[in-house]
């Protein structure tokens, strides 16, 4: 049993589920915010850290 890949992009797009285009959509828009957050999370925290030890030191 052998499968036929679709040769022309249209034919690629339109076997594209909407879970694909959905998690397409996600990571255009939502991952590059949520990295950033994720930065800055860890920015705060090393401060922290560093204001703590130097503070005790």
Do not use: H, N
């Amino acid at each position: 049993m052998t499968s036929v890949a679709p040769t022309s992009p249209s034919e690629k797009s339109s076997q594209r589920s909407t879970s694909d285009r959905y998690w397409d959509a996600y990571q255009r828009s939502t991952l590059p915010k949520e990295f950033l957050a994720l930065c800055a999370i860890g920015a705060m925290l090393s401060v922290g850290f560093i204001a703590t030890v130097s503070t005790f030191l």
